[in-house]
C-alpha cells in the first residue's frame, strides 16, 4: 500500500431520531494525544449531552484504532461510527457523535443505526483526500547545496515536516515509498549531504 485516505479539515453534522438529537464531529487526527484534545473540546461544548461516543482510527497501516460507546449498550455507538471510518476506508480521523436524549428509548437497533447514520452523514460533508504512504527521513548538510537539496525534494514530491535552515541545515522529509529508491539514490549523488532514516 503506497497511499492512504483521510480528511484534512473538520465537519459537523446533525441527525434526530424521536426526540433524540445526534451530533457528530469528524475531526483529522495524527495521534492519540490529539484524539484527547479534540473530544475534550468537544466535551466543553456539549457538557450537558448524555453521551460522547466516538471512535478512531489512525496510522497508514490503520492498526491503532478504538470504539468507545461512553454509556450507551455495548457495540451500539462506537463500532458503528467505527464502521462508518472503514466503509470510506479512512485513517487518521476521529468522529465524535454527542447525543443528546429526547426522552424516547430507541433501543439497541435505533441506537446502531442513529449512530451508524451521524457518522456517515459528517464523514460525507468532507472530501477525503489521497495522501502517499512515506517513510521520513533527517538530512544534514551545508547551506551551499541547499538548492540542490530542494529540487530533489520537490520533484519527488517528498514532503518537509521540520526545517532548521541556518549556515548548517537540518531538515525532516517524508519520501513517498513508491517512490523511494529513487529519491534515495538523487539524494546520495549530492555531495557532502548526510540522510538518516527516522
Known amino acids: 500500500m503506497n497511499v492512504y485516505y483521510t480528511i484534512e479539515k473538520k465537519s459537523v453534522a446533525e441527525f434526530k431520531d424521536r426526540g433524540s438529537k445526534f451530533l457528530a464531529y469528524a475531526f483529522p487526527v495524527k495521534s492519540t ?3 484527547k484534545e479534540c473530544l475534550q473540546e468537544v466535551k466543553k461544548e456539549h457538557p450537558k449531552a448524555t453521551h460522547h461516543c466516538y471512535a ?3 496510522g497508514t497501516d ?3 484504532f478504538r470504539a468507545v460507546d461512553d454509556g450507551e449498550p455495548a457495540g451500539s455507538a462506537g463500532k458503528p461510527i467505527l464502521g462508518q471510518i472503514d466503509s470510506k ?3 487518521d480521523v476521529l468522529v465524535v457523535v454527542v447525543r443528546y436524549f429526547g426522552g424516547t428509548l430507541l433501543g439497541v437497533p435505533g441506537l446502531i ?3 451508524k447514520m451521524s457518522g456517515a452523514m459528517v464523514l460525507q460533508l468532507i472530501p477525503a ?3 502517499n504512504v512515506e517513510a521520513r527521513f533527517l538530512l544534514v548538510f551545508d547551506y551551499t547545496i541547499l538548492n540542490e537539496v530542494m529540487m530533489v ?3 519527488n514530491n517528498c514532503t518537509v515536516q521540520k526545517q532548521d535552515i541556518q549556515l548548517f541545515c537540518s531538515m525532516e522529509i517524508g519520501i513517498p515509498k513508491a517512490s523511494l529508491d529513487l529519491t534515495l539514490l538523487r539524494l546520495r ?3 557532502n549531504l548526510e540522510i538518516k532514516p527516522l
Request: aromatic residues 12%.
Open 33 to 35: 494525544d490529539q484524539v
Open 56 to 58: 478512531y482510527r489512525l
Open 62 to 64: 490503520g492498526t491503532q
Open 89 to 91: 476506508q479512512l485513517t
Open 113 to 115: 443505526n442513529a449512530y
Open 129 to 131: 483526500v489521497q495522501k
Open 153 to 155: 525534494v520537490k520533484q
Open 189 to 191: 549523488d549530492i555531495y
